[in-house]
């Protein structure tokens, strides 16, 4: 019997079986795709705080800044001396899957999880690889799965409760501005999320988030704002924006996206994953050494890794919620109040992608009439 069975070779997955691994625990991790890191399904887009984690020098990008357009034409420009990476995921994951292989995880690609189960004894994991049906047992299993995770779906019977809908593509266009990002919010180009350009040189990652339907028709819209016919390559997937209420169960912890704990107003879960995955490795560790695989021994998993993001994330997804219901009038009045350079300079100094609370508090604690554009609905806000 294995020591752990880590369902998934994302960052969340890797970074997990390679602290494991390196603290002399047996740990196997199945990848269901034939090539760690495809397909792509996201923006790629980070701080410095990913690489205290994470030895990668996958990176294609580094931005200062961003260009934020309104439904009704108004634009601010943001500035910051802190560097926002934007890294090549392929090669990425690729590093953090190297990492779990040097320290000595069983990383097995081509190996699709089918279903899994936790008993007093272990937990069982069936999964197919090489067109066979194999099984192996361990005595913890981990959900590193992602969005549509096994894992939770057979040990906890949940999914997160917000989801969006993104579509991207990488488009043969080279942004004038390398040095930032452009987010486009609006009905005509995103529902309750936002658009985005972020640039890589000659090849842009054009995308958007819905928490609607119809990803695609959108895109149609925020495509006409490029170039015609330069798509390279199209990505997208759901994203979860809330994490599930119990992140551990009976022989079993959830990471990542597996448990929704990705950042509820931008959709970027790589160092949310990998913190909840460092956390997730003290947990695992004091089990096994403990020898204690109980509900309640692995309750601490969700302490820790609150301890650090809970705070964050809860607020993050209240700000969410209520900017999902904002209609363009409203947009365009909260655009008539930031855009002045006080504000700018404002949002320059307090704004943290990985910590995005505190730039909204400070925001309304400022300027309080910003709440009133809050529950100013305008009729396509519906």
């Keep these: 019997m294995h020591d752990v069975i880590v369902c998934g070779s994302g960052p969340a997955g890797s970074y997990l079986s390679h602290v494991l691994a390196s603290e002399g625990y047996d740990v196997v991790n199945l990848e269901e795709?034939?090539?760690i890191g495809r397909p792509v399904e996201c923006t790629g887009v980070v701080t410095s705080r990913v690489f205290s984690y994470v030895k990668s020098s996958s990176i294609a990008?580094?931005?200062?800044?961003?260009?934020?357009?309104?439904?009704?034409?108004?634009?601010?420009?943001?500035?910051?001396?802190?560097e926002t990476i934007v890294i090549y995921r392929d090669s990425f994951d690729r590093d953090v899957a190297a990492m779990a292989v040097?320290?000595?995880?069983?990383?097995?690609?081509?190996?699709?999880?089918?279903?899994v189960a936790a008993s007093e004894d272990g937990a069982t994991v069936r999964f197919r690889s090489g067109g066979n049906i194999r099984e192996e047992r361990a005595r913890?299993?981990?959900?590193?799965?992602?969005?549509?995770?096994?894992?939770?779906?057979?040990?906890?019977?949940?999914?997160?409760?917000?989801?969006?809908?993104?579509?991207?593509?990488?488009?043969?266009?080279?942004?004038?501005?390398q040095d930032s990002v452009s987010v486009y919010l609006g009905s005509g180009t995103s529902h309750g999320f936002f658009a985005w350009a972020v640039p890589t040189g000659d090849i842009t990652r054009i995308g958007l988030g819905t928490t609607g339907k119809g990803a695609r028709n959108l895109f149609a819209n925020l495509e006409k704002r490029f170039p015609p016919n330069r798509i390279l390559g199209i990505t997208g997937g759901p994203i979860p924006i809330a994490y599930v209420p119990r992140t551990y169960g009976n022989r079993s912890i959830l990471v990542g996206d597996a448990a929704g704990i990705v950042k509820p107003l931008t959709g970027g879960g790589i160092y949310t994953g990998v913190v909840s995955a460092h956390h997730a490795a003290r947990a695992i560790s004091e089990a096994l050494d403990q020898e204690d695989y109980s509900e309640s021994f692995l309750a601490r998993y969700q302490?820790?890794?609150k301890g650090q993001l809970g705070r964050e994330l809860w607020m993050d997804g209240i700000i969410q919620r209520v900017f999902a219901g904002l209609g363009d009038r409203a947009l365009d009045g909260i655009y008539?109040?930031?855009?002045?350079?006080?504000?700018?300079?404002?949002?320059?100094?307090?704004?943290?992608?990985?910590?995005?609370?505190?730039?909204?508090?400070?925001?309304i604690l400022r300027h309080p009439w910003i709440l009133a554009n809050f529950f100013r609905r305008s009729p396509n806000s519906e």
Excluded at 69 to 80: C, H, L, N, T, V
Excluded at 339 to 356: E, F, M, Q, T
Aim: no cysteine; aromatic share 6%.
């Design 61 to 82: 990008n580094r931005v200062r800044g961003a260009h934020v357009y309104f439904p009704g034409g108004g634009e601010i420009s943001i500035g910051k001396s802190e």
């Design 336 to 363: 008539r109040m930031i855009s002045s350079p006080k504000a700018v300079s404002l949002i320059n100094s307090v704004g943290d992608i990985d910590y995005p609370s505190k730039l909204v508090i400070t925001l």
């Design 303 to 305: 302490k820790y890794w």
């Design 102 to 115: 040097a320290s000595g995880a069983d990383v097995r690609l081509s190996s699709r999880v089918l279903s």
């Design 140 to 177: 913890i299993v981990v959900g590193a799965d992602g969005a549509n995770s096994i894992v939770r779906k057979d040990l906890y019977g949940i999914r997160p409760s917000r989801m969006v809908s993104t579509y991207q593509v990488d488009a043969a266009v080279r942004l004038d501005d």
């Design 33 to 35: 795709h034939g090539e």
